[in-house]
């Protein structure tokens, strides 16, 4: 697991453009982490919702990903739902937390919450994510491109 996991902090460039911090907790529950930023404002104070929902794909695709990466396998986002309940502003610091409520061979169903520093829900989610083998993505690729 942590060989992909590993792999997906290398190729992950939102994650390392918006110094997201991951943690694992166990095999489908993680937490990500991340400041908002003013680039990642749509008014003078509060973030684009585009913003958490692309972070809340990250929280719900991690945890799926942490369930099946044991199996070499990666995910791919089929779905997800979201519902924003407030506001997050610059220099918020983000709390996602994700859970994978069940998991199948192919088709994994995952939750997800983002709290803020004060511990208020600023969006819940869920979503449906695909679980494919690693050989068959283009991380296997790019890997087996860059070794040489």
């Known amino acids: ?24 907790i166990n095999e489908g529950t993680i937490e990500y982490r991340m400041l908002v930023k003013s680039k990642h404002l749509a008014t003078p104070t509060t973030a684009h919702g585009g913003v958490i929902a692309a972070l ?3 929280v719900l695709g991690v945890a ?8 070499e396998k990666l ?9 924003y309940y407030k506001p997050a502003f610059e220099g918020d610091e983000l ?12 088709i994994i169903f995952a939750s ?15 979503g449906t994510f695909n679980a494919y ?10 890997i087996k491109n860059t070794q040489n």
């Open 75 to 83: 995910v791919a986002t089929l779905e997800f739902k979201i519902s």
């Open 56 to 58: 809340m794909d990250g």
């Open 1 to 24: 697991m942590e060989k992909l996991l590993k792999i997906y902090n290398k190729v992950n460039q939102f994650g390392i453009e918006n110094d997201l911090r991951l943690s694992i």
């Open 95 to 106: 709390l996602g937390k994700g859970t994978v409520e069940k998991k199948g061979n192919r």
């Open 64 to 71: 799926a990903l942490s369930a099946v990466a044991k199996e």
């Open 133 to 142: 083998p690693f050989e068959k993505s283009d991380v296997a690729q790019y």
């Open 112 to 126: 997800g919450e983002i709290l803020n520093q004060n511990n208020e829900i600023v969006a819940k989610a869920s």
